[in-house]
């Protein structure tokens, strides 16, 4: 019998990574727990899970180390065509943060509306670069999203 399609562990390849501020780092250890702690994970021609997934950046690319009972693959993806929702991802972000600090709730609001769509945006482009690879559920592919630019986001 085949087990949950899930991931256990996500780990972040520390050799790879961009350095980071104490507050991107734990960006990153957040977003980890966000993902493993709700998921829906399955790689296409795996009879079950658990997984577990190793992230590194190679390259200019995405680096899906995915490993589970008899199953082991690795997918490398060209951050390329995620480069610009990745940016503006980070710009509206850092918008955010900076309406939360004196804007009024309206332009807080419409900022918030705006990264959220973003955010939906870049989870829908991942989505689409693992078809074939990986089958995620939304809100899997919205947390997927939200490491990816813990990663890429340099300190």
Known sequence: MSGPHVLTSVD?????LPAATAEIEHERRVAIFDLVEKNSFQPVDSEGGPYSLKLSLQDNRLVFDI??????RTYALSLTPLKTVLRDYLL???SYYEALRGSSPSQIEAVDMG??????????????????????DRETARRLFTLVCALYRRG
């Open 12 to 16: 972040l390849d520390a050799a790879t």
């Open 67 to 72: 490993a589970g009972p008899a199953f082991s």
């Open 92 to 94: 509206i972000c850092d």
């Open 115 to 136: 990264r959220r769509g973003l955010h939906n945006e870049g989870a829908d482009q991942l989505t689409q670069r693992l078809e074939g690879k990986v089958a995620l």
